[in-house]
T-cell receptor
Framework: GAGVSQSPSNKVTEKGKDVELRCDPI?????LYWYRQSLGQGLEFLIY????????KSGLPSDRFSAERTGGSVSTLTIQRTQQEDSAVYLC??????????????FGPGTRLTVL | AQRVTQPEKLLSVFKGAPVELKCNYS??????LFWYVQYSRQRLQLLLR??SRESIKGFTADLNKGETSFHLKKPFAQEEDSAMYYC?????????????FGSGTRLLVRP
């Protein structure tokens, strides 16, 4: 079956503009995650959804970042007033329900964001 | 704070040589550890997890709680093992779940 998909694959934007990144998880996966991978860095956790709710938003770097998930499926990550330091690869992952933790996370191909 | 450290950014070995990618962690509870791999132009994927105690593609990793380590090993490296490897620790707290990743080690296996 289809894996996690993300769009767009690449996004170039000007500083100060808003961007929206989309993630389509694997069908039936109730848990969804966003991570950020900056050059030379590991993956940084941003936010976790269980269904449509996000119990932990502490990983979002600033209030310019927001995310939502509707219908327990598609998620969008929105970055307002982008800054150059937002340039990174944004990865989405999904997994089966994580009550108790430990289910394998399946990753999407990522969206490469470049802020000029 | 929970943390995963991969001290080597790059590890270069010759084909057939043994490989050990180091991973150390700090965690206050009972850790659950993973190794993820990203081959060139492919997406990040799970290689193995410590609770499974299995060998995948000839790789093994043993959790050493005394040394807080989860090093990834393979006795004879192959060229197709060249990739980026990430060690990760899962954290489940206050109804939230996430993976905490190390900064990654690039493995280059030379012919």
């Amino acid at each position: 079956g289809a894996g996690v998909s993300q769009s767009p694959s690449n996004k170039v934007t000007e500083k100060g503009k808003d961007v929206e990144l989309r993630c389509d998880p694997i069908s039936g996966h109730t848990a969804l995650y966003w991570y950020r991978q900056s050059l030379g860095q590991g993956l940084e956790f941003l936010i976790y959804f269980q269904g449509n709710s996000a119990p932990d938003k502490s990983g979002l770097p600033s209030d310019r970042f927001s995310a939502e998930r509707t219908g327990g499926s598609v998620s969008t990550l929105t970055i307002q007033r982008t800054q150059q330091e937002d340039s990174a690869v944004y990865l989405c992952a999904s997994s089966l329900e994580t009550s108790g933790g430990g289910n394998e996370q399946f990753f999407g191909p990522g969206t490469r964001l470049t802020v000029l | 704070a929970q943390r995963v450290t991969q001290p080597e950014k790059l590890l270069s070995v010759f084909k057939g040589a043994p490989v050990e990618l180091k991973c150390n962690y700090s965690y206050s509870g009972s850790p659950e550890l993973f190794w993820y791999v990203q081959y060139s132009r492919q997406r990040l994927q799970l290689l193995l997890r410590h609770i499974s105690r299995e060998s995948i593609k000839g790789f093994t990793a043993d959790l050493n709680k005394g040394e807080t380590s989860f090093h990834l090993k393979k006795p004879f490296a192959q060229e197709e093992d060249s990739a980026m490897y990430y060690c990760a620790l899962s954290e489940w707290m206050d109804s939230s779940y996430k993976l905490i990743f190390g900064s990654g080690t690039r493995l280059l296996v030379r012919p």
